[in-house]
């Protein structure tokens, strides 16, 4: 699926539209398709007939690669002096230019197309992947094999894979800039719209393309790939990239020569004639300058730079979306990453329930497998949840208690958010007693719970303090037909604690070791409790951990930020719009930034970045903002990207440090 940034124009009513006018039921009889999904085979069938749902992928085309190279300014002023030099008698000279011509074009096509068919396997690599319902139960999917009728999973951070008609909707909001341009989030619900309706106003419908800001819901597939709104849009844009800095001065490199051969040539030739010399001779010389003063390989030796640089970074697990991107990897000097899969091992183990107020271990567990926005298949395995609840639910604790949960039914759902941090739901028993839970960040637990005793923050602290990440357990009596919001979180009772472990992970010391001798600074950016981080931090033996938090960068206006990202390693408990405005205001103070994230959460310091960075498992989103993509959660690829940067600026002729040259 395409998820580039589209112009607003107007769209005709399409598939979309018409679902949205009309109830769900009517939708899912016409689609043939009940509320459980389609069947594998149906699946299938529909595949054959309806094709994959993608608008277009990154393909090699030769005649387009050809092209690139023709159309070079360099090369149509040596194609004007052989052809001069043919009338004029030289044709030794036409032929020993053409030659050139034909030598430059070809190193340059045979480079450039091996590097975008490089890109082409390198990017099929880059998988999107959503949550369907398939034979009656949870399963995850590429988003090219979608098909309409499939009912989707939508949850926080999921760019929308086809055009859905809802089917539920629980604080379901989505950020539809790329099809509307308009910034905010809509809100999002099941009932019907009027027939005519704007795209803008389908509020039944979740478009291809745009993003789930906040809430959850489950959709019906109502039209994919070149059948959607998105994709009606996309088919017809030439797919044109915008250029780099790089391309830039480049360009502007061989129009400045072309310039200067142009007025050198009519010059001498203006002189030798008014000096009354033959007119061969100084039509012959004034080419002779034109020609001399052309670097007639330039083109050829910067395209096999880059394919070499592309070709020894794919060895490397980076993936580079466009070859101009390589040198900016080059030119980092500060390094914003986050801490989970980075730093630590990312593969999140549950290590025990600590309960509270004379709870049981196994009934905070229990409450911690309930609260939760993840689905369970038919072998009692999580699908598509974040790695905590993924953790708890594949812990061995967690198999004993799960006969507990029979007959125990979620009501509703108040999905997970970058502001609350907690999720909350609503639990019936078989004997029609309703129960709220809530779980996430303690912090934000125990501000709404009633009581929290001097014990238990000791216990949190102790947590933390060891370098644990702890979720928070609480609960109360509440009504069956409640609709959740945010208010209902109150006066809850505590239950527990939820702790699980995330070591470091071995190789990373090492790391952190080369990009410092790259003259890269890392510094932490982190959702995390701050103790936790800097505890990762300290184990891995960097020094000096200064500490701030989203608290404090809220009181710091952008000077004392500037002056005291200078001193920070680790910025923890931070949101989204933190974490941008802190890439930002590095910028500022020059050097280039670079950010490596994986979450939602990320995206927006992604784009501020120099170079955004993500990696292959990332959500959507992130792998869609980042300039770069490592294949493999691992600072020591990212070290070998920026070995493989700096030595093609050193290359180039790039300006580095004396330092950086003796390194490298």
Not at 10 to 36: F, H, I, N, Q
Not at 101 to 124: C, D, I, K, M, P
């Amino acid at each position: 699926m395409v998820t580039a940034t589209v112009p607003t124009r107007p769209v005709a009513a399409g598939r979309a539209a018409s679902a949205a006018a009309r109830p769900t039921a009517e939708v899912l009889r016409d689609l043939e398709v009940t509320g459980g999904g389609l069947s594998s085979e149906e699946a299938e069938r529909r595949l054959k007939r309806w094709g994959p749902n993608a608008v277009h992928s990154h393909r090699a085309r030769a005649w387009l690669v050809l092209w690139h190279q023709l159309r070079s300014p360099l090369l149509g002023l040596l194609v004007a002096a052989a052809v001069v030099s043919y009338f004029v008698g030289q044709r030794s000279d036409a032929v020993i230019i053409g030659v050139i011509v034909a030598l430059s074009v070809g190193l340059g096509f045979a480079n450039e197309y091996r590097a975008e068919r490089t890109a082409q396997a390198l990017h099929a690599k880059v998988r999107h992947r959503a949550v369907v319902l398939r034979d009656g139960r949870p399963q995850e999917v590429e988003v090219t094999g979608l098909v309409p009728g499939d009912v989707v999973e939508l949850r926080l951070g999921d760019i929308v894979p086809a055009d859905l008609r809802l089917l539920q909707a629980t604080g379901l909001e989505c950020s539809e800039s790329v099809l509307t341009g308009e910034s905010l989030p809509v809100a999002k619900d099941t009932a019907p719209v009027p027939a005519g309706t704007a795209l803008a106003d389908l509020s039944a419908c979740a478009l291809m393309g745009t993003v789930v800001h906040s809430g959850s819901g489950r959709g019906v597939v109502v039209a994919t790939g070149a059948q959607a709104e998105f994709g009606k849009i996309a088919a017809g844009l030439n797919g044109h990239q915008l250029e780099t800095e790089f391309q830039v001065g480049l360009r502007r490199f061989s129009m400045l020569l072309v310039y200067v051969a142009g007025a050198l040539t009519t010059s001498i030739f203006i002189i030798n004639m008014a000096l009354h010399k033959p007119l061969i001779d100084a039509l012959l010389f004034s080419l002779a300058i034109a020609v001399g003063i052309t670097p007639q390989l330039l083109p050829a030796v910067v395209s096999t730079s880059l394919a070499t640089g592309s070709r020894r970074m794919s060895r490397r697990k980076v993936l580079v979306k466009r070859l101009v991107c390589i040198e900016d990897l080059g030119d980092v000097d500060v390094l914003f990453t986050d801490k989970t899969g980075t730093l630590t091992r990312g593969r999140i183990d549950f290590m025990r329930a600590v309960p509270v107020g004379g709870t049981s271990a196994e009934e905070v567990l229990r409450l911690g497998l309930l609260c939760t926005e993840t689905d369970v298949d038919d072998q009692g395995r999580s699908v598509g949840g974040n790695p905590l609840d993924e953790a708890l639910w594949d812990s061995p604790a967690s198999a004993s208690q799960r006969p507990a949960l029979k007959g125990r039914k979620r009501v509703a759902v108040l999905p997970f958010d970058h502001e609350r941090r907690m999720v909350t739901v609503t639990v019936t028993d078989a004997a029609g007693v309703t129960l709220l839970i809530t779980k996430g960040a303690p912090e934000t637990v125990l501000e709404r719970c009633a009581e929290v005793t001097d014990p238990v923050r000791r216990a949190l602290e102790a947590e933390f303090a060891a370098g644990n990440r702890v979720v928070a357990v609480a609960s109360r009596p509440a009504r069956a037909d409640t609709v959740l919001t945010a208010a209902d979180e109150r006066e809850l009772r505590l239950a527990g604690l939820l702790v699980f472990l995330d070591p470091p992970k071995p190789q990373v010391a090492e790391a952190l070791g080369r990009l410092d001798a790259l003259g890269i600074t890392v510094k932490i950016v982190t959702g995390d409790n701050p103790a936790v981080a800097a505890k990762i931090c300290h184990d891995l033996g960097l020094a000096d951990v200064g500490v701030l938090t989203g608290t404090d960068l809220d009181a710091m206006d952008d000077e004392q930020l500037t002056a005291a990202i200078r001193h920070t390693t680790v910025f923890a408990r931070v949101s989204p719009e933190h974490k941008a405005r802190i890439v930002r205001t590095q910028r500022r103070t020059g050097g280039d930034v670079a950010f490596l994230g994986d979450g939602v959460n990320d995206a927006l310091a992604l784009h501020a970045a120099d170079v955004g960075i993500s990696v292959d498992s990332a959500t959507d989103v992130a792998k869609d903002a980042a300039d770069v993509i490592l294949l493999e959660k691992d600072l020591g690829v990212l070290a070998d990207g920026v070995t493989e940067g700096l030595r093609l600026n050193l290359g180039s002729g790039h300006p580095v440090s004396c330092d950086e040259r003796q390194r490298t």
